[in-house]
């Protein structure tokens, strides 16, 4: 029994201090907080990842091109995430890795501004052309076909070609009716 006792003691003074239950309750508070935040992350990791399967169909090969900046950043989706439109930005910087190379090394509040002006640029709607005013003016008047002839001048034909021409003159007048 002497030894129990002995070997309690020896381990009481191995213990670690014990710490007071207020300590323990912020402990377990913030790794509750902890937890929740990264399963809010990864949830929305997961829905931005679906939509990005859904629109684009070349998403994983972009997604697989974040490989040569050394993988897509944590600390970048977490901020691509905040934005209005995390899919589009994510396919963007994608296929402009050296904007995103740029973006990666920004301070946090230059990365999200930065972040912010591409969601705003790739959500955008493409501009619209106004339509030309249509005028009050009446539709144009169709122009009457047909074709004129050309008068040749009398002094500069040969006599063969005056009488050729007068009598074909002669033989239209001729079928011609008369009231």
């Not at 930065?114 to 005013?133: G, M, N, Y």
């Amino acid at each position: 029994m002497r030894i129990a006792e002995e070997e309690n003691a020896r381990l009481k003074g191995l213990r670690a201090p014990e710490t007071p239950p207020e300590e323990q309750q912020r402990f377990i508070r913030q790794e509750a907080e902890k937890l929740y935040l990264e399963r809010k992350f990864q949830e929305k990791s997961e829905l931005v990842y679906n939509a990005g399967f859904k629109e684009y169909k070349d998403w994983n090969n972009t997604l697989g091109s974040f490989g040569q900046e050394g993988g897509l950043a944590p600390f970048v989706v977490e901020a691509i995430i905040e934005t209005e439109a995390p899919t589009k930005v994510i396919y963007y910087l994608g296929k402009n890795l050296d904007e995103y190379a740029r973006i990666k090394d920004l301070k946090p509040a230059a990365m999200g501004a930065a972040l912010e002006k591409i969601s705003a640029k790739v959500s955008a709607p493409p501009p619209v052309v106004p339509p030309k005013p249509q005028s009050k003016a009446p539709p144009p008047v169709k122009p009457i076909t047909g074709s004129a002839r050309a008068e040749v001048d009398p002094e500069k034909q040969s006599m063969e070609e005056c009488i050729t021409q007068e009598d074909a003159r002669m033989a239209t007048k001729k079928g011609r009716k008369r009231f």
